[in-house]
C-alpha cells in the first residue's frame, strides 16, 4: 500500500515540477509549484512527519506561494516573454542531467547501514509535535533562537529594499 | 521493502536536478526563484527521509530550520525582484548584468 502511494506522489511531484521549469507563463509556473510542495507534503506523512507535513503546506503552500503570486500579479509579468540561445539552454540541461547521473550513481552505490527504520517502522510518537518540540527547545535551543534572529533580520531586510527610494 | 531509503534519495536527487535545470535554463528571475525552492525542497526530503531512516528527529528539526531559511530567503528575494522592476521595467536576468564581469 505505501508503495503505490509511493509511485503515484513521487510520480506528481516529479511531472509538476518538471512543469514549473517548462512553462512559459510565470503563473502557470507558481501553480504547478504549490502542487509540487503538497506532493511532497504527502511524501511527509508516508515518512511518518506528520508535523513536518502540516508546516510544508503551512509555510510554503500558504506564506510563501501567496507571496510569489502577489509578486507576479504585482508586477504583471504574464507579458514580459524571455528569450535565450537555445545552445546556453541545451548547454544548462546537459549539466543538469549529469548531475542526477552523478548523484544516481553515488546513490546506488553507496551501501547506508542498517536498513532497518523503513521495514520495521517507527516507535509510536515519532515525528509528532511532542516530540519535534522536546527536541526543538532543549538540543537545539540556541539554533533556534538564532533561527528567529534570521527571521527578523529578513523582515528589515524586506522592509528596506521595498522602500520608495533604494 | 519498495520505498526503501534509497528511492527517497534518488527521488531527491532528481528533484534538485529539476531545480538545477531550471535555474541553469531559464531568464526570468521569478521562475529562477521557484526552481531554488524546488532545490531546497528536494533537500528537505532527503533529510526527512533520513530522519525516518535512523530513527532520530534530529533530520526532522533541521527541515523546520530549512524552512525558516527559506521563508527569510523568499522575502528579501522577492524584495530584491520588486525594486529591480522597479529601476529597469523588467525581470529578464540579462537585463541585470551590472556585476557580471
Redesign the interface.
Known amino acids: 500500500m505505501e508503495s503505490v502511494f509511493f509511485v503515484i506522489l513521487a510520480v506528481v511531484t516529479v511531472f509538476s515540477a518538471l512543469m514549473v521549469i517548462l512553462q512559459k507563463n510565470p503563473m502557470t509556473s507558481v501553480l504547478f509549484l504549490i502542487l509540487a510542495f503538497f506532493s511532497t507534503a504527502a511524501l511527509y506523512v508516508l515518512l511518518s512527519a506528520p508535523f513536518l507535513a502540516a508546516v510544508q503546506i503551512i509555510v510554503y503552500a500558504g506564506a510563501i506561494m501567496v507571496l510569489f503570486l502577489f509578486v507576479i500579479m504585482l508586477l504583471n509579468l504574464n507579458r514580459i516573454k524571455e528569450e535565450g540561445s537555445p545552445l546556453l539552454k541545451a548547454l544548462g540541461m546537459m549539466v543538469a542531467g549529469m548531475l542526477l547521473v552523478i548523484a544516481a550513481v553515488v546513490i546506488r552505490s553507496t551501501v547506508i547501514p542498517s536498513d532497518s527504520g523503513f521495514v520495521a517502522g517507527t516507535e509510536p510518537g515519532f515525528g509528532s509535535v511532542e516530540a519535534i518540540g522536546r527536541s526543538l527547545f532543549t538540543t537545539y535551543l540556541l539554533p533556534f533562537e538564532i533561527a528567529s534572529f534570521l527571521l527578523l533580520a529578513a523582515i528589515i531586510g524586506a522592509v528596506v529594499l521595498a522602500k520608495k527610494k533604494l | 521493502?519498495?520505498?526503501?531509503?534509497?528511492?527517497?534519495?534518488?527521488?531527491s536527487?532528481?528533484?534538485?536536478?529539476?531545480?538545477?535545470?531550471?535555474v541553469?535554463?531559464?531568464?526570468?528571475a521569478?521562475?529562477i526563484?521557484?526552481?531554488i525552492?524546488?532545490m531546497l525542497?528536494a533537500v528537505?526530503?532527503a533529510f526527512?527521509?533520513f530522519?525516518?531512516?535512523?530513527?532520530d528527529?534530529?533530520g526532522?528539526?533541521f527541515?523546520?530550520?530549512s524552512?525558516?531559511?527559506?521563508?527569510?530567503?523568499?522575502?528579501?528575494g522577492?524584495?530584491?525582484?520588486?525594486?529591480l522592476?522597479r529601476?529597469k521595467e523588467?525581470?529578464?536576468i540579462?537585463d541585470v548584468n551590472l556585476m557580471k564581469w
Not at chain 2, 15 to 22: E, N, T, V
Not at chain 2, 78 to 83: E, G, M
Open positions: 521493502m519498495f520505498p526503501s531509503l534509497n528511492h527517497y534519495l534518488i527521488l536527487a532528481a528533484l534538485f536536478c529539476i531545480g538545477a535545470a531550471g541553469l535554463t531559464r531568464k526570468n521569478i521562475i526563484f521557484a526552481s525552492e524546488l525542497n528537505n526530503l526527512a527521509a530522519a525516518r531512516h535512523w530513527g528527529v534530529s526532522q528539526i527541515v523546520i530550520f524552512l525558516a531559511v527559506a521563508a527569510a530567503e523568499v522575502a528579501v522577492l524584495a530584491i525582484i520588486v525594486a522592476f529601476h523588467s525581470v529578464n540579462d
